[in-house]
């Protein structure tokens, strides 16, 4: 098989927000006890952060991480898990059907973020929450004013304000299993004045709305439409939830869903705009697609009710999944010129590319390599790339290249990053490529991630599926069903 890229470094897309390359921390299953914290590992700090695990996180380069949630949001008190631990309530998760400790809040999470690099995107409750304890949360986190919950903050041991600037209006409120459920008006209302209020305590922080929960909902169009009618003049970004899975066991279906997620991207990107015309706005909507993920292979578990940080959710992934991953990073980078931030959901044991052992080890997941190297190296302008390969035709229709590939022009370096998946599950791809503008143009490295088992896994005892670089040669192939990255210099 042959395909062909052609770019021209004139013909760009927009530059990136390293924000897209986020991800998300929910107090559910072992995602934070257990996960980031746990005060008796041999690694743990004097805050009982794991360091092993604050490492790997380091190691992907997470710019931003969403909290505390997710379903667990809309029924959680924020006061709950500040000041003294000794005197922290534990709580009914009805989310999760767990117990809350709260020994992990605000607090704690805003320094652990610190140590590893990463901003917080800090989300308000909006299901039980009003917009009073959002307006006081703000105060909390990033006033000094000398007022009631800034010397709060300051009595629990942090003078300076933690300075958080990016926030959620709730989560998922478009869905009924949601804590405090609305319709689209009664959400866009509640949000509007939140945001108000929020914006007047602290008016340099950015704001993100809840979009649809998943494209398939009967609700999406009409709920953006009517949120954003409210909302449009006082919010900076809408925000998008999907997750994929193959439980039908069609390899060629699921490595498709990436083409999927970027008719969802332009779908909600044409609804913004659409309100933007009505409204006669110069202001311009993005988009933050902050959860996003595979998930599936946990669907249906059962587990005991009212426990401590159950091990829940913990998908094991498949060397076929990470292709999809790969595959969606590319889409997130082809629309960065929309999408400015994005979550995948999520970092740490849930439905995440890191795992650990309860006081024992930490490994990556398959899904782990995709993420960290389009984290790590995909910085800069996206070119617009022109692809001439093969298609083929899912069983609902819908025409997916066989090659999928972003761009990325790395000034600063002098360098151009291809990603790349091969999506057929039969044949290698000779790739040609060209770069219009680019004199001397040489590849310098090529690494893949390869398994002749699409359902290969990793385990803290062994990591089937890990990334090699290849030998550079004069013919470029990119091996059936294979995530690539290739560096070109200039």
Not at 78 to 97: E, F, H, Y
Not at 367 to 396: H, L, N, Q, W
């Amino acid at each position: 098989m042959k395909a062909k890229i052609v770019v021209n470094l004139h013909y760009f897309i927009g530059d990136i927000d390293n924000r897209i390359y986020g991800s998300f921390i929910e107090h559910v299953g072992r995602a934070v006890y257990g996960g980031i914290y746990e005060p008796t590992h041999s690694t743990a700090d004097e805050n009982g952060f794991r360091q092993d695990v604050m490492e790997m996180v380091k190691q992907i380069g997470v710019p931003i991480i969403r909290y505390p949630g997710g379903n667990f949001l809309s029924g959680y008190n924020w006061m709950d898990g500040i000041g003294d631990k000794a005197k922290r309530p534990q709580r009914l998760d009805l989310a999760w059907r767990a117990i809350e400790t709260n020994q992990v809040g605000i607090d704690e999470f805003q320094e652990w973020a610190k140590r590893v690099g990463s901003q917080v995107m800090m989300a308000v409750n909006l299901g039980t929450g009003t917009p009073q304890e959002a307006q006081n949360l703000v105060e909390y986190c990033n006033s000094n004013t000398g007022t009631y919950y800034a010397e709060l903050r300051k009595k629990n041991g942090f003078e300076d304000p933690f300075a958080i600037k990016t926030w959620c209006l709730g989560n998922e409120m478009d869905g009924d299993w949601q804590i405090g459920h609305k319709t689209a008006e009664e959400y866009g209302r509640i949000a509007q004045e939140t945001a108000k209020l929020m914006k007047w305590v602290d008016p340099s922080i950015e704001l993100v709305v809840c979009g649809s929960s998943d494209y398939r909902r009967k609700t999406f169009g009409e709920w953006e439409l009517t949120v954003l009618e409210h909302t449009y003049d006082y919010v900076d970004y809408v925000s998008l939830h999907q997750y994929y899975g193959n439980k039908m066991k069609n390899t060629a279906d699921f490595l498709g869903k990436s083409v999927h997620m970027d008719s969802f991207i332009k779908s909600v990107v044409a609804i913004c705009d659409a309100v933007k015309a009505k409204k006669h706005s110069k202001k311009t909507i993005n988009l933050s697609f902050d959860e996003w993920n595979v998930w599936f292979h946990t669907h249906g578990e059962s587990y005991e009710d009212w426990q401590v940080a159950p091990a829940i959710l913990e998908d094991i992934y498949t060397f076929e999944d990470a292709l999809l991953v790969g595959c969606m990073l590319m889409t997130l980078q082809n629309n960065c010129d929309r999408v400015k931030m994005a979550c995948l959901a999520q970092l740490v044991n849930v439905i995440a590319p890191i795992m650990t052992e309860n006081n024992g080890r930490t490994w990556a997941q398959t899904i782990f390599y995709p993420y960290m190297y389009a984290s790590v190296y995909g910085k800069g302008r996206v070119v617009k790339p022109i692809v001439d390969c093969g298609a083929y035709e899912t069983s609902d229709g819908l025409v997916v290249p066989y090659l999928e590939t972003s761009v990325i022009l790395n000034q600063d370096e002098r360098q151009l990053i291809v990603f790349a998946v091969n999506r057929s599950l039969e044949e290698d791809m000779m790739l040609d490529f060209t770069a219009q503008g680019c004199d001397g143009l040489q590849l310098k490295k090529h690494i893949e991630l390869y398994c002749d088992d699409l359902k290969a896994t990793n385990s803290a005892d062994k990591q089937v599926v890990a990334p090699c670089e290849k030998e550079i040669t004069d013919v470029l192939s990119l091996r059936k069903h294979s995530w690539n990255m290739l560096i070109y210099k200039y």
